[in-house]
């Protein structure tokens, strides 16, 4: 058998092409060539076999890529890092700082001030930059629109400065290119629209108040004449501008002064919510002025009344959560509503009989507040709410006497305050017509958000050269040939104004990450000097203004950066009046067909922040939920249509929703307190591309939303698919609050008292009200009276005593406080699948309840730890992992724990919060620079909780002892209480018996949550106080009012 | 049936004044012996036992592999969350160390009560108390979220200067178990001494000669031994007789001293001690019955053990539903509204069914034991215990979750699901404990040899004279 192998072998090799070895062609071989066998010359395979295991050859035995392939991959690979080489490296120091930056000394962070878009009007801000990296965003609290509040877009935005799915390249065609190919490519355009005038340039932004980036668009025009500026946002306030055109005969900017106000009446304006321009300042304002106690707060000033406010809201709002009476109405009935109201406050007579039923005793009770409060009451309506809602508001304000007392006209805040869906109406015409040769797109995504009729996705391709520049590689730029990472506003010179008028400058606090280019720097690529920086764009605008300019504009402009904005550049108020008679009501046909309202997601907004981990997780208002848009719908017509399922927990029946013959499919949400006949549909959800973060969670609402009626529309349909879907909220079991309330299960939960709310009748007769529960013994113990149940004696608390007072009152459910604390302590994100788990990590939630399914009132409760006295959780700690610092801080150190999670069971207000699995991302570098470096970075296995801030506790009491002194009262905060816009979290050392935290607990509206488990909480809370029409009683009212 | 026993009464009227025998007729020293030990030094294995090793130890191979997954995912993979942060295996944890208690009481308890019919199952009860209580102690530790560090429960001295924190009842737990665990295995072993130097004796490998040789540490059965043995067996039992009525006394403090409704409940030790008994003689008679059946034991295992084993079943049964009375009594008659709710919710609520069923199983369907037929039917007791055993983990499952689901703020109420971890995970510790049972069974003699032999007239007499 042998020999014959041999031979076949050999015979095979010999008939083997020339490369090989041929057989017995021993000649000439030396060294390696050695055999040992005849076999092994040969090269019989078995014997080759046998060999090489004995001694393995580098016949590629191992790496199936040979060493020319190696090669020709390397030179891939070397070729490719080249192309890297176009985006310019950061410089990465390695040593410490030779010569130490001016004011800076390593670990102690610097504030810079700028300010933060918001579809174009600024939120003032100061940013805390660690060693250049910036990492905690607040309120600025010397500008008048801020006074040091903030909004949850305001905190999350720093998420999408370090987002790592954002967009970090130039790109041609999907190709990377370099701004110095950008800049070249547009010459060409730019010099053959020259010859043309500019006919076929088109500029598409987003709504802009910047003055620079106006003039630059002048400047242009210079050079295009025929050249033309859109402005097209999905949210924008379009029936702002037409309702003020009707009844003022101008677009003009209204203002309003809440803290002069005693009555106002909303028509479906959810001005305490982050998206309304000027929410911090008009959620301060009004929580200053709905303060029971005598003087109507801070702002007023004066024994005043405390303010009563109205609402008619079409969907639930949590500014609708803060009335003293409420009406639910749908958005055809809105206008009656306004209407009706416009009409009796006009006159004078008794005309109860023009009001239709539904809304007399609510429209006949805010007449008489109105008209009670002439000069000292406000009418405002909503940026969603019709043109002519609007239009009766103004006239009602000038009716009651209130424009230059509480409400204010001024010049519009927009650089281009032109009607944004006949802007966008008019490109898409222009595009019809092949009218553009180059359209640029900054700032804005209408491929995703334009009204479906408009078909923008269709007709941009008719443009032949589409140039966006955006932060993200989105759904328009996928028409784009070019696109242009745009720089975060941390990282741009720019300027704009704030709700007011008040100019701020835009300064960054970090170079661009990723080389973005702001969008003054885009359009100076079309100007004669297409390489400027934004800096020299902005400063140069500056130093030719009249107010700023002349010789000491260098000292203007240093304070205008340093202070983040212009003083005293508030544009002036107008005289303007209303003219002409309300127009008669047109109210909508109303044939039972359900109709749709579109609002702003609470969150998401219209959808940029789709890729903000942050706000994706952040509950919403009202319903608590995250990572989803879904179809709000009443109780009445869900049971109607059989869409409602009792037995569904955190998961929602899909429905269909059509309207004009579009589609769409999303969950479905029973909301208490939606007017029967309607649904609510939140827009921003439903990207596809967008990041991995935003990518398929929700539905796209922009796909049934049609120009001609942006914010509510009828005659839509509603079908139920057999899907159901899950849906992640914070607070799985929406309770309803108050009276003999039954759970999921008919299981009679009764009060619990965590809620204490009374009317200011109440509050008067008995201010101790709130502090004589059902639930537990009264009590009249102050914060250090000794409690009467307890064999030990108190700890003494001789130096700082960290307690906090939230007073229910003010807080208005907005959740920047959640989105700050998420900031300040590095919580991770941990996604819809484990908010389904129950395992959000948030340190501090907004507990919301209703007392009534119809028409509720809503409560928000803000519950951080409550740094109990006697916490139940630090004794049941096996290894001391939780204990109590003399200051009364219920410490938590993360490197002792083993993770029992004991602690958070025995916690009764369960704010513990537990890391499951390894919820912190250790590997993006971007996270590792948003980062705050004074608070540690969990991992798993490890229990956390609010801290009450220790850091900062710790930062001031370093501060004080350096200076030896104690800490000052409110010298530092928390960062919820930091960011709270209403002011409603008041943090401090209650030792210090005049300082406000002390003040507060003393009120006769102080109670601790859960007292009766003796577990003695050092944040406790304001009961909340309500101002009802004493001729308007509704059963709530009663409630409230019932010992 | 009858005759026979009448006939047996006959027999052993001078050991056992009344009732049927707890030994069969015609047993000599030498009988006894050859037939326990038989089962240990036989080269045939029964079928069974082959099939049960290899189903139980593949068992506990996706234990080990459901731990390391465990270890390398952290223990997210488990369906526990905030406000259920204890789930499964806090459950599993309460249920396997009260199915070990069964083992101490007829060890300790039953030998000073000087009940020799425990001597029959004395033995492999104190080994279930063991593979219990080894199942017990694995989740406490693993169901932490860093279990690398478990050992900081232990007072060590450490350069970190830190001690545990007296105070939490893990770490009287952490003392409760681990003396438990020392005492019932050094009254095992020290039970088992003369018998293994009788497998010594009779092995017939060298290695068997050998490694029983070791374990048997030098027994000559000298008068002497015995003497020495006794005292220390019955000083032994002395120590062990406390840990009944601590060990579980404690494991119900982790509840009790929690503020939780549901939970802070005075009535909890005695009330937990009862069930686990309850539950541990479940066990004893899940394991023994089959036992007695595949090896032909039913001469040592007679009916009169189950009889006797079924009747404590009862009368702690009993006391298990007094404890169901008053708690929920207490609810009403405290007036406190959250213990209110959470009684009301355990009746009505989410899971309500599990409620339901362990109501009616330990405090109606475990009252069929008063009827003498069921208790001596070894098939009908097997289901009652396995009915019984079931029931009580539904107990600690309504207990731990329930209680949880639902305590003080609604907005933190949420519902806690097992995943497929935390049920395979316990399937895996049944694996381990039934392999580790199996184990046993095959190389110690499951009934202790020399104690059945006291059980004869003729030791009867000799022991008196050494006392």
Known sequence: ?1043 | MAEHEEHIDEMSSHLAPAGPAILAPGHTFATITDKISAVVLSRDTPAAWLLATGGFGLLMMWLLFATAYQLARGIGIWGVNIPVAWGFAIVNFVWWIGIGHAGTLISAILLLLKQKWRNSINRFAEAMTLFAVMCAGYYPVMHLGRPWLAYWLFPYPNTMGVWPQFRSALVWDVFAVSTYFTVSLIFWYQGLIPDLATLRDRSQSKAGRIIYGILAMGWRGSARHWKRYDSSYRLLAGLATPLVVSVHTVVSFDFAIAVVPGWHTSIFPPYFVAGAIYSGFAMVLVLAIPIRRIYGLDDFITTKHLDNCAKLMLATGEIVAYGYIIESFMAWYSGNLYERYMILDRMGGKYSIFYICLISINVFFVQVLWIRRIRRSPALLFLVSVIVLAAMWLERFVIVVQSLHADFLPSSWAMYYPTFWDITQFLGTIGLFAFGMLMFIRFLPMISIFEIRELLPEAHVSLQEVD
């Open chain 1, 1 to 1043: 058998m042998a020999g014959a192998g041999e031979t076949g072998a050999a015979a095979e090799v010999l008939a083997r092409p020339k490369k090989q070895r041929p057989v017995a062609d021993f000649a000439g071989k030396r060294g390696p060539e050695l055999w040992r066998h005849i076999e092994e010359a040969l090269e019989d395979p078995e014997v080759r076999e046998r060999l090489g295991r004995e001694l393995p050859r580098d016949e590629g035995y191992l790496d199936p890529v040979s060493r020319r392939k190696f090669l020709q991959l390397s030179a891939v690979t070397m070729a490719i890092a080249g192309v890297s080489a176009c985006t310019k490296q950061p410089l990465e120091p390695i040593v410490p700082y030779v010569r130490q930056p001016e004011g800076m000394t390593l670990g102690k962070p610097l504030y810079f001030a700028t300010a933060f878009p918001l579809s174009g009007v600024l939120r003032p801000v100061l940013v805390k930059s660690n060693e250049g990296r910036p990492t905690k965003i607040e309120g600025n609290p010397q500008h008048p629109a801020s006074l040091g509040g903030s909004s949850v877009f305001t905190q999350a935005s720093l998420y999408d400065l370090y987002d790592p799915d954002r967009s970090q390249t130039i790109e041609y065609l999907g190709d990377v290119r370099a701004w110095s190919a950008f800049l070249g490519a547009m010459r060409g355009q730019v010099n053959a629209q020259k010859a043309i005038g500019g006919a076929g340039i088109r500029l598409l932004t987003g709504t802009t108040t910047s003055p620079s980036f106006a003039a630059q668009v002048n400047a242009l025009k210079k050079n295009f004449p025929q050249m033309k500026w859109h402005v097209y946002e999905p949210l924008n306030r379009d029936t702002v501008k037409q309702g003020a055109q009707q009844a003022l005969g101008q677009v003009v900017e209204t203002r309003y002064d809440i803290a002069a106000a005693d009555v106002i009446v909303s028509l479906d304006a959810n001005f305490l919510s982050g998206e309304f321009p000027g929410f911090e300042r008009y959620a301060r304002d009004f929580a200053a002025r709905r303060k029971p106690e005598a003087g109507g707060g801070a702002a007023g000033g004066g024994q005043r009344p405390m303010l009563r406010f109205y609402a008619i809201e079409t969907s639930p709002t949590n500014t609708g959560g803060k009335v003293d009476h409420r009406l639910g109405v749908k958005p055809s009935e809105l206008e009656q509503a306004a209407g009706a109201l416009a009409s009796l406050v006009a006159s004078t007579g008794n005309e109860a009989g023009a009001v239709p039923g539904d809304f007399a005793g609510f429209v006949l009770a805010a007449r008489a507040d109105l008209q009670s409060a002439r000069g000292r009451s406000i009418v405002i309506a909503g940026d969603q709410a019709p043109a002519s809602v609007h239009a009766l508001a103004h006239r009602m304000n000038a009716a009651l006497g209130n424009v230059g007392r509480t409400v204010f006209y001024t010049d519009p805040i927009e650089s281009n305050p032109a009607v944004q869906i006949d802007s966008l109406k008019d490109l898409i015409n222009d595009l019809k017509a092949n009218k553009v040769d180059v359209l640029i797109i900054s700032g804005v995504n209408p491929a995703f958000d334009a009204p479906a009729d408009l078909e923008f996705g269709k007709w941009v391709g008719a443009a032949k050269l589409v140039v966006h520049h955006g932060l993200y590689q989105d759904e328009t730029s996928a028409h784009a040939h070019w696109h242009v990472n745009a720089a975060h506003y941390l990282e741009s010179w720019s300027d704009g104004r704030a709700y007011d008028g008040t100019v701020s400058i835009v300064q960054p606090l970090i170079a661009p990450l990723y080389g973005g280019k702001t969008e003054h720097e885009l359009l100076a690529a079309f100007s004669d000097n297409p390489d400027q920086a934004a800096y020299e764009i902005i400063r140069g605008f500056w130093q030719a203004q009249p107010q700023m300019g002349g010789a000491d504009f260098e000292i203007k402009w240093r304070r205008a950066v340093h202070d983040g904005f212009i003083a005293n550049s508030q544009l002036p108020p107008k005289n303007v009046t209303a003219g002409g008679a309300a127009a008669a009501a047109t109210a909508r046909q109303n044939g039972g067909e359900i109709e749709v309202v579109f609002r702003p997601d609470p969150t998401i907004y219209d959808g940029r922040f789709g890729n903000n981990a942050w706000l994706q997780e952040i509950e919403k208002p009202l319903t608590t939920i995250t990572w989803d848009n879904t179809i709000w719908i009443s109780m009445a017509l869900a049971q109607r249509l059989k869409l409602y399922d009792a037995a569904m927990q955190q998961s929602a029946n899909v429905v269909e929703l059509e309207l004009n013959g579009r589609k769409v499919r999303g969950p479905l949400y029973v909301q208490p307190g939606m007017p029967d006949g309607m649904v609510t549909v939140f827009t921003g959800y439903g990207h596809t591309h967008i990041g991995h973060t935003g990518n398929g969670f929700g539905y796209n609402a922009y796909e049934v939303r049609s120009s001609d009626a942006p914010w509510s529309a009828a005659g839509a349909k509603l079908t139920r698919t057999d899907r159901t879907v899950p849906v992640a909220m914070i607070q799985p079991e929406q309770q309803v609050h108050a009276g003999d309330v039954k759970d999921r299960n008919g299981l009679p939960v009764e009060t619990r008292d965590l809620v204490r709310i009374g009317t200011v009748e109440k509050f008067h007769k008995d201010p101790r009200f709130a502090q004589k529960s059902d639930t537990q013994e009264p009590s009249t113990a102050g914060p250090d009276e000794l409690p009467k149940d307890s064999l030990l004696p108190n700890y003494n608390y001789s130096g700082y005593a960290w307690a906090m007072v939230i007073d229910l009152n003010s807080c208005v459910g907005c959740n920047a406080c959640i989105a700050a604390c998420q900031a300040e302590n590095n919580i991770p994100v941990v996604g819809k699948e484990q908010v389904l788990k129950r395992r959000p990590m948030h340190w501090l939630r907004v507990d919301t309840y209703y007392d009534d399914v119809a028409n509720p009132r809503m409560y928000f409760q803000p519950l951080p730890c409550m740094q109990c006295e006697d916490a139940p959780c630090e004794y049941v700690c096996p290894v001391g992992a939780t204990v109590h610092s003399t200051e009364g801080l219920n410490d938590m150190v993360y490197n002792r724990c083993v993770g029992t999670r004991y602690c958070s069971n025995n916690c009764p207000y369960k704010v513990r919060r537990f890391n499951f699995l390894l919820f912190q991302d250790w590997n993006t570098p971007q996270l590792k620079l948003m980062r705050n470096p004074e608070v540690s970075v969990r991992s798993r296995g490890v229990m956390e909780k609010c801290t009450y801030c220790v850091q900062r506790i710790t930062k001031a009491r370093i501060t004080a002892e350096e200076e030896d002194r104690p800490v000052r009262d409110q010298e530092f905060t928390t960062a919820c209480a930091q960011a709270c816009p209403a002011d409603a979290i008041v943090f401090g050392n209650q030792n210090q018996k005049d300082g406000r935290t002390a003040t507060l607990k003393a009120s006769p509206r102080n109670y601790g949550l859960l007292e009766e488990l003796n577990t003695r909480p050092r944040t406790t809370y304001l009961a909340g106080v309500l101002n009802p029409n004493p001729g308007l009683k509704t059963k709530d009212v009663e409630e409230a009012e019932r010992e």
